[in-house]
């Protein structure tokens, strides 16, 4: 299954409450709450280029199943990770005491990161 396409953020649950959990300031909480992100993923093989634009903020993050790789938080900050595929449909990273599963479902992708008790999820559809 190939994730290749742009997706529009349709919901997300828990958005405040984990933000300032990874530490974000008030004033950028306030603005991305709101804002439909899109995110642009690129597919070659193993090799992936994940693009997500909210507002006039762009983050990119590329990588390669099973390889060390580093990849930018939405603090701005960067760590170190593996991302792993778990089936066909499934991507799993742990960076910096967070874990990210993003999971491709037809024409959705549910993203749910988790820190310690506190679980973020964004629902994505293809446009």
Do not use: W
């Amino acid at each position: 299954m190939s994730f290749t396409g742009k997706y529009e953020l349709q919901s997300h649950e828990n958005f405040e409450p984990f933000m300032k959990a990874l530490g974000l300031p008030d004033d950028q909480i306030q603005k991305g709450k709101d804002i439909k992100s899109i995110s642009e993923i690129v597919q070659n093989g193993n090799k992936f280029k994940i693009t997500v634009t909210t507002g006039s903020k762009v983050m990119t993050n590329e990588f390669t199943i099973g390889e060390e790789c580093e990849m930018e938080l939405l603090t701005g900050e960067k760590a170190k990770c593996i991302v792993n595929m778990e089936g066909n449909n499934k991507l799993v990273a742990n960076l910096k005491g967070l874990k990210s599963v993003t999971e491709l479902n037809g024409d959705t992708i549910t993203h749910t990161m988790t820190k310690g008790d506190l679980t973020y999820k964004r629902i994505s559809k293809r446009i």
